[in-house]
């Protein structure tokens, strides 16, 4: 089973971003930051997954989960979606986290979860 | 020394300690203005950006986008001929001297803006704190 899952309209737009940066894969990851504990991070890469990466491919693009943000992001869905038409971004529907910033950017984990 | 000034509003008085120096408008990059005259085509009937703000958020103000077809009369209107955005007197004591940017990076499409009355923001720009 795979890790996180990805809607129809978040793989449109992944393929959309990543064919105008010139991009094959999106890195995501969580790390420390923001009012809530924890951020989602986004790094294009060049090229493909390796082997004993964690990812999922539509087309011609990968989607790869960092490592260390396994555990944090097992169960989520991603979409893309806005919270009124003036902001539109890459969401997360996270079974994990115990509270988020108003605008989602920024959420607390629960502390049963590690990065290991 | 602090230029203290007090505006009346319909929620009674605010104080705000910005600098009368600052003039009572704010400032629209192009990818804003490419994006408002966009998003105000769609919605149509003769309908502008209104930028407001009020009390919430995680730091303690946030702003508020919407659409809007009615002047009021203490409305601050910025019109460049093809768009326009409108904030009211009060909200503007706010965020005079910004400027409303329209981002558009990986993770997500959306309009901040950069206030220098703003003391912290929140992660996603949406919630500011100030000096009271």
Redesign the interface.
């Known amino acids: 089973m795979n890790i996180i899952s990805i809607t129809v309209e978040a793989w449109d737009k992944i393929h959309e971003?990543l064919e105008a940066?010139n991009s094959i894969s999106?890195l995501i990851g969580v790390k420390p930051?923001?009012?809530?504990g924890f951020?989602?991070t986004?790094e294009?890469l060049p090229d493909k997954p390796m082997d004993d990466d964690i990812y999922l491919k539509d087309k011609n693009h990968y989607v790869i989960i960092d490592k260390s943000a396994k555990n944090y992001l097992q169960g989520s869905e991603l979409y893309w979606d806005?919270l009124?038409?003036?902001?539109?971004?890459?969401m997360f529907r996270n079974p994990n986290i115990t509270s988020e910033?108003?605008?989602k950017?920024?959420f607390s984990i629960n502390s049963n979860i590690s990065s290991s | 020394m602090t230029n203290k000034k007090i505006i009346e509003s319909d929620c009674g008085n605010v104080t705000i300690l910005a600098g009368d120096d600052i003039p009572n408008k704010i400032f629209i990059d192009d990818a804003a203005k490419n994006q408002i005259e966009k998003?105000c085509k769609d919605e149509g009937d003769n309908s502008f950006l209104r930028i407001a703000v009020m009390g919430?958020?995680?730091?303690g103000f946030?702003y508020l986008?919407?659409?809007d077809n009615e002047l009021d009369d203490n409305d601050i209107i910025n019109d460049w001929g093809s768009g326009r955005v409108v904030v009211d007197n009060i909200s503007m004591q706010f965020i005079k001297g910004s400027t409303l940017h329209f981002l558009n990076d990986?993770?997500?499409?959306?309009?901040q803006i950069e206030n220098s009355l703003a003391k912290s923001q929140?992660?996603?720009g949406?919630?500011f704190s100030m000096d009271m």
């Open positions: 971003k940066q999106v930051s923001g009012c809530n951020r989602y986004f294009l806005g009124d038409s003036f902001s539109k971004r890459f910033c108003g605008c950017e920024s | 998003l919430g958020g995680c730091s946030q986008f919407g659409f990986f993770n997500g499409e959306y309009f929140c992660g996603c949406n919630s």
